[in-house]
């Protein structure tokens, strides 16, 4: 394992490695919302943390493959899916996704705030998540639009990529692709001291078309 990916595990596990939860457990907003009028199929969770995406799909009728590059992160998934009484639904699968992608497609391919502090080559692993969509599949993908409000002042001078240049980075096909939605959504949110503020999401909603038998031709 080189330095860099021995770093990003160990930064990971470390993150989730505490005696209390780092997330709220409930759903992503912008997932629930999207995917709640869709027939349920195979989902692949990317990033999925402690799990409360995959526990929400898996209660909805999907059968889930959420990975994750932490064990701690992973374990943690699991007991509250088997506490939800949704594990069979479940398959957790460690991966830093840089290096080892999960196998087959999806209905529903998900990466939700996939972002990391730690070197991530994030463009290459999101086009790899758009060649794992099936046919009729969909990718969402939701990121962080802008810096939240309480952020200090480092964070407001980050560059956030917009949502179009998300899609630029895909390099998908127009042809083979609808584009169901491409732009910025707000978000009520509290801070950590319980500061009320407005969060500013990018949306990036696609879904593949069936290919010509001629397309390859």
Not at 76 to 99: C, K, M, N, W, Y
Not at 124 to 137: E, I, P, T
């Amino acid at each position: 394992m080189t330095d860099a990916l021995r770093d990003a595990h160990e930064f990971w596990d470390e993150f989730y490695g505490g005696d209390h939860s780092v997330w709220s457990g409930r759903v992503n907003t912008h997932l629930a919302e999207i995917t709640a009028d869709l027939a349920p199929g195979r989902a692949l969770d990317l990033g999925c943390g402690e799990g409360a995406d995959a526990i929400w799909l898996a209660q909805d009728g999907w059968q889930v493959v959420a990975v994750d590059i932490s064990g701690n992160a992973l374990a943690r998934a699991a007991a509250a899916a088997q506490q939800a009484g949704v594990a069979p639904r479940i398959r957790f699968e460690r991966h830093d996704l840089s290096t080892s992608f999960p196998a087959g497609h999806f209905d529903l391919v998900s990466a939700q705030f996939l972002h990391s502090p730690v070197p991530l080559d994030r463009e290459a692993l999101l086009r790899r998540a758009a060649q794992a969509v099936a046919v009729h599949g969909r990718l969402l993908i939701v990121d962080h639009g802008a810096a939240p409000p309480w952020a200090g002042e480092h964070a407001h001078d980050h560059h956030f990529a917009t949502a179009q240049e998300v899609l630029d980075g895909l390099g998908i096909d127009d042809a083979q692709w609808d584009l169901l939605r491409i732009d910025a959504a707000e978000r009520a949110a509290t801070g950590p001291e319980g500061q009320p503020g407005v969060l500013i999401d990018n949306i990036i909603l696609l879904r593949r078309r069936a290919i010509s038998p001629h397309a390859a031709s």
